[in-house]
């Protein structure tokens, strides 16, 4: 789902934060998510809509508490675009730390940002 992005989740990413309460409301600002749960462990879990059918969120905020913790998540999450071009511009105005848009061996372009607790995020087009 879009709601105004030019960026698509194709699955749930999960980031760290050592303030998820911080970082939830920068993801929420930043994407136009929307909480709508809190799991027993502390996560954090925001959406694109409402809907309360789909139980798997878009973005997982998860307390960062240790460096085990850290570990778990060690691996950037990947948001996907059509218009690499557009979603650089779209990002570039909402987060300084955007970098260039960069091209892999095997044809994809991507960029990547980072968020306030220094996760980085890879936004990709794949070719096709």
Same mark, same amino acid.
């Given at each position: 789902?879009?709601?105004?992005?030019? #960026?698509?989740?194709?699955?749930?990413?999960?980031?760290?934060?050592?303030?998820?309460?911080?970082?939830?409301?920068?993801? *929420?600002?930043?994407?136009?998510?929307?909480? +709508?749960?809190?799991?027993?462990?502390?996560?954090?879990?925001?959406?694109?809509?409402?809907?309360?059918?789909?139980?798997?969120?878009?973005?997982?905020?998860?307390?960062?508490?240790?460096?085990?913790? *850290?570990?778990?998540?060690?691996?950037?999450?990947?948001?996907?675009?059509? $218009?690499?071009?557009?979603?650089? $511009?779209?990002?570039?105005?909402?987060?300084?730390?955007?970098?260039?848009? *960069?091209?892999?061996?095997?044809? $994809?372009? +991507?960029?990547?940002?980072?968020?306030?607790?220094?996760?980085?995020?890879?936004? #990709?087009?794949?070719?096709?």
């Amino acid at each position: 789902m879009w709601f105004g992005r030019p #960026c698509y989740f194709g699955d749930s990413i999960a980031v760290g934060a050592r303030n998820p309460e911080a970082a939830a409301t920068w993801y *929420q600002k930043t994407f136009g998510l929307r909480r +709508f749960k809190n799991s027993k462990d502390g996560e954090i879990w925001l959406g694109s809509s409402e809907e309360r059918h789909n139980p798997n969120p878009d973005v997982a905020i998860v307390p960062v508490r240790s460096e085990e913790d *850290q570990k778990r998540l060690s691996e950037h999450p990947i948001i996907f675009t059509n $218009n690499i071009t557009k979603a650089h $511009n779209w990002f570039s105005e909402r987060v300084p730390e955007t970098g260039p848009i *960069q091209n892999d061996s095997g044809g $994809n372009a +991507f960029f990547r940002f980072r968020d306030p607790d220094g996760n980085e995020i890879e936004v #990709c087009r794949e070719p096709g």
